[in-house]
């Protein structure tokens, strides 16, 4: 994630570590489980990408939901979105701060892996909705403390420069459903995804032709996220899904993570669009 200011990831941090007392059942802001709609019920803390915008309502109440969605006009764009010439996706990923019901939320649009390079991709581009310095606000406002309140015009001001971007681009819905990814070897259309681990649990993703030639490969490392108690928090990566787009010739592969013992934070879903045959 990608704070707006050091003042706002300071407050963010520390609020984080008081917020670990107040549970939380539902990642906040419940992605699409299909490409365009629905609730993706990931367990855990798990990042999630905002889906329709009735995904949003459908989800455990939540001060994030409620700006995001008003930020929105009440329609928060159905990610994952691909551009028309298939360049370059989008997609919605909200990040909970520590234990808490409260996320930072942002749309990251990309056209390789959004949070590594590969030969494939030229890096992302994350433009913020909620930010740290809003989150840390909510947070204040939670605990019934005399706070500021994220200001709406700037929230709508965000939203509207993202739709700007999504309309010239002309994104819109993968045209295949989303696909789970099997633990070895998965066909989707013309290509074949294979998933394999080192000794270190990092995770491969290795794009093939029908003929089983690999065209591409990126590798998603294990993240150290501290400590619970004392418990190390390792998040290892897991292959989730994947849509592919025939038109446009496209694949999208989404990586989740094991986030190991109870009360352990995670990174945020990663995700990867390659070309296919």
């Known amino acids: 994630m990608k704070p707006a200011g050091a003042a706002g990831a300071a407050a963010l941090a520390i609020l984080a570590a008081a917020s670990g007392c107040r549970s939380k059942t539902d990642a906040p802001l419940a992605g699409s489980n299909t490409g ?3 609730l993706d019920p990931h367990p855990g803390l798990d990042p999630h990408p905002v889906g329709s915008g009735s995904s949003v309502r459908a989800a455990a109440p939540n001060p994030t939901t409620v700006l995001v969605e008003a930020a929105f006009g009440g329609h928060v764009p159905a990610f994952p979105l691909l551009a028309n010439d298939g360049s370059t996706v989008a997609v919605g990923i909200a990040s909970p701060v520590g234990r808490s019901d409260v996320s930072t939320y ?9 949070t590594t390079t590969d030969a494939w991709g030229t890096g992302t581009q994350d433009l913020p909705i909620v930010d740290a310095t809003m989150a840390a606000m909510l947070l204040d406002g939670s605990a019934e403390e005399a706070a500021p309140a994220p200001d709406r015009a700037t929230l709508a001001a965000r939203a509207a420069a993202v739709t700007k971007l999504l309309t010239d681009g002309g994104f819109s819905p993968f045209d295949g459903p989303a696909l789970t990814l099997g633990p070895a070897l998965t066909a989707i259309g013309p290509a074949r995804l294979r998933i394999t681990h080192d000794h270190d649990a990092a995770l491969t993703v290795h794009l093939l032709d029908a003929g089983g030639a690999e065209l591409a490969s990126n590798t998603i490392l ?3 996220m501290g ?10 990566p897991v292959a989730r899904r994947a849509w592919l787009d025939a038109r446009r010739r496209r694949l999208l592969i989404e990586v989740g993570w094991n986030a190991g013992p109870a009360m352990c934070p995670v990174p945020d879903l990663e995700y990867g669009v390659w070309p296919v045959p």
């Open 36 to 38: 365009s709609g629905g």
């Open 106 to 114: 942002r749309v990251a649009v990309f056209a390789g892996w959004t």
């Open 222 to 224: 294990s993240h150290a």
């Open 227 to 236: 400590h619970v108690a004392d418990l190390d928090c390792v998040s290892t």
